[in-house]
């Protein structure tokens, strides 16, 4: 068990011809994700470099091979337009890796997804992926493989562990806004023996699919999920308003970390929802109103691992 | 993206929101008969404003009211030859190229009104007040029921009776209301046609009763617009509007290279992959009691030749005392960061102390690489995490 994807979902590239959707498609399929196909307009019936088919549409990819989740590298201009057809196509869960897609192409798409397909769990856009890890078969670091995880996304595999490779025999859900965060918060994890059952970068734009609430819910309900590691950052209230939610709804312990407490006002640190407008919005902010629901916030981004450790009870060899 | 407010009037005025008329001038010779041509048009009264993005310009005497062509040209002679320096520039000031000089009309009543999105409720929402021509963040604390915020269907756009109702509610008379709800439907559209941030008038007025215009008119005398940077490929007419002289150079230079560059005040710089590892980075210099020089992601897919670009900035920054490069590869493979590091030093040398932490894609390759170079960048400290690379570079600048 783990939340939104496992090692049988079957995955579709949408965007599989570029250069992106290629080199990705392949670090998935070495990881051992079930890549089925791919999708580029104009290029159905051909074969990607791994042999994998291409679809002109996701409906045909979809009719053809099964697939329930799809990975979008589809550039900015055309990838909302992809984000609708794969949920058209019934596709369950769509991870739009794709950065720089203007603001009002996401409000409204985000309002066609709510109203026409709410079934559908958008991820992203402006993610890294989510990733439910895999057993290591044979290897060591980034050599090492995996078997019956699920990698959807450009996010290193090898660093992420499974529950079953680890000391502790524990795994946690990392849900965060920023990319490499999350590694770093895999990283200390498994480094401490810890394992992850899912991890879900749910991206730096302002309007988005899947939110900080959306995974803590799911994170509560896997019963393969013994704690949360919450990434966020400046700009916006989600976090806050997600602190009140897991105090009300959360059994399972918290933590989290809230980048960018040095970040001028007014001035975007490089995503496009991480900007300071008003007396809200601040990392200072955020995290007064996470530690006064009750989570335990770390204030360096490399205690991660070792707060989340002594949340879990793991003794003093581990943190 | 922000531009000018006369390009923010030319954009209001293009979507049928009534300005009054002005012109731009570039000389005090052109202000001065911009001016004239106000008065000679039978305009008591004149107003010259420098523009420049930065706010503040009231306070420090870049926005003057004249009333003859004489006042006109000290006016305009003072914006043109001195800097100015508000809270929002810094010491140094801005230089003052352009001036806006238009018809200064009577006001009965100021309102506020603008468009922005709405992250939490994932939409656009119109703000109005009727307590305009102030800091309206001021009001939002002393009055927050003075401001009306509603939600637009993504889909619907803004209807013209809730655009009237609006007007209803800001207290509009007579005349004015429906001239107030075609401003706002036409906001809206702007909003929504040219991809902006932030579309704002304050103030909205009404001037007085006249002959032609018995109820007054409502009328934009001041606007601010940003644009989403992200939509620019498809704006051409607003990314022409671009004014590279308003931003800082060191942050254009790094944009044309596709890194992200931000310089702050502190005197440790920082190369980093992902924003929010590249805040982290700011936030855990900081906990060992140093301070960031600048915040810089240059993302996932840079290329040798950007991240050699990233070192020439951030080492041309006279403030850096140390650079901590900070990278956990996804897609960025490390042995790319380790090779620009060799060639920066090779090229610019490293005269401050450099702190590298390397993690994820290559590290081994990586690893190897700096290894080999170590003796010719004798400056370089290899750190085996974030805590000790924070606490190294902190170290080193002290």
Avoid at chain 1, 111 to 122: K, N, W
Avoid at chain 2, 254 to 278: K, M, P, Q, T
Wanted: net charge negative; proline share 4%; with cysteine.
């Amino acid at each position: 068990m783990a939340i939104l994807i496992d090692g049988s979902t079957k995955v579709l590239c949408q965007g599989i011809t570029g250069a992106a959707g290629a080199f990705h498609t392949k670090g998935c399929l070495d990881y051992g994700t079930n890549m089925v196909g791919g999708v580029t307009p104009g290029k159905g019936g051909q074969q990607d470099a791994n042999g994998l088919p291409i679809f002109d549409t996701v409906t045909d990819a979809v009719e053809a091979t099964g697939a329930t989740a799809s990975m979008l590298f589809v550039p900015p201009p055309f990838a909302a337009d992809g984000i609708l057809e794969a949920a058209t196509a019934g596709v369950e869960v769509i991870c739009a890796i794709t950065e720089g897609i203007p603001v009002a192409d996401m409000v409204r798409t985000r309002e066609i997804l709510d109203r026409d397909h709410p079934g559908v769990v958008l991820i992203g856009p402006n993610c890294p992926g989510v990733i439910t890890p895999g057993k290591r078969v044979a290897g060591e670091g980034p050599d090492a493989s995996f078997e019956g995880g699920c990698k959807i996304g450009i996010m290193p595999g090898y660093i992420h562990t499974h529950r079953t490779d680890t000391a502790s025999g524990k795994a946690v859900g990392i849900v965060s806004r920023s990319g490499t965060l999350t590694y770093e918060a895999v990283w200390q994890c498994s480094d401490r023996g810890i394992g992850q059952s899912t991890c879900v970068g749910i991206g730096g734009d302002p309007v988005k699919g899947m939110n900080f609430i959306d995974c803590l819910e799911r994170f509560e309900a896997d019963p393969e999920t013994d704690g949360v590691v919450m990434i966020g950052e400046i700009g916006g209230t989600d976090e806050v308003d997600a602190g009140r939610w897991a105090a009300q709804h959360m059994t399972k312990p918290v933590v989290g970390f809230i980048a960018g407490r040095t970040a001028p006002k007014g001035k975007r640190m490089g995503h496009a929802g991480a900007i300071i407008g008003g007396a809200d919005d601040t990392a200072d902010a955020k995290i007064s109103a996470l530690r006064e629901a009750g989570l335990e916030v770390s204030d360096s981004p490399a205690g991660l691992g070792h707060a989340m450790a002594i949340a879990l009870g793991l003794g003093a060899e581990a943190t | 993206m922000k531009v000018h407010e006369h390009q923010a009037r030319d954009i209001l005025s293009e979507a049928g929101v009534p300005v009054p008329e002005g012109a731009v001038a570039t000389t005090v010779e052109e202000a001065v008969s911009a001016a004239q041509a106000v008065f000679a048009a039978g305009g008591p009264l004149v107003v010259i404003k420098a523009q420049v993005h930065a706010g503040g310009r009231g306070k420090a005497g870049f926005v003057k009211l004249v009333k003859t062509t004489d006042e006109a040209q000290e006016a305009a002679n003072f914006m043109l030859s001195n800097r100015m320096v508000s809270p929002q520039t810094g010491a140094e000031g801005l230089e003052v190229k352009k001036l806006l000089v238009a018809e200064a009309v009577d006001i009965v009543k100021e309102y506020y009104l603008a468009v922005t999105h709405d992250r939490a409720r994932r939409c656009e929402v119109l703000i109005a007040s009727a307590e305009g021509g102030v800091e309206i963040e001021q009001v939002a604390e002393d009055n927050p029921d003075a401001i009306l915020k509603h939600p637009i269907d993504p889909l619907r756009g803004l209807e013209g009776h809730e655009a009237r109702t609006l007007a209803f509610k800001l207290g509009f008379q007579g005349k004015q209301v429906n001239q107030a709800a075609a401003i706002m439907s036409r906001l809206v559209k702007c909003f929504r046609e040219r991809d902006c941030s932030l579309a704002e008038i304050n103030p909205l007025v009404v001037t007085p009763s006249c002959e032609n215009h018995p109820d007054g008119q409502v009328l934009a005398i001041d606007a601010k617009f940003n644009f989403d940077d992200n939509a620019l490929f498809r704006q051409k007419a607003i990314a022409a509007m671009f004014d590279p002289t308003e931003e800082d150079p060191a942050e254009i230079r790094a944009s044309e290279f596709g890194l992200s560059y931000v310089s702050l005040d502190g005197n440790i710089g920082c190369l980093v992959n992902g924003a929010g590892l590249a805040m982290g980075t700011m936030d855990i210099i900081a906990l060992h009691g140093g301070m960031p020089a600048n915040f810089l992601d240059v993302g996932g897919s840079a290329t040798e030749e950007a991240v050699a670009e990233a070192f020439r900035i951030i080492l041309s920054d006279n403030k850096v005392q140390g650079v901590l490069v900070n990278i956990f590869g996804g897609i960025m493979q490390c042995d790319k960061i380790a090779r620009a590091i060799v060639a920066a030093a090779g090229e610019v040398g490293f005269g401050v102390p450099l702190v590298v932490r390397l993690e994820g894609t290559n590290v081994g390759a990586a690893r190897e690489v700096l290894e080999a170079a170590k003796a010719d960048i004798p400056n370089m400290q290899v750190a085996t995490d974030l805590e000790d690379a924070a606490a190294k570079v902190c170290a080193a600048v002290a």
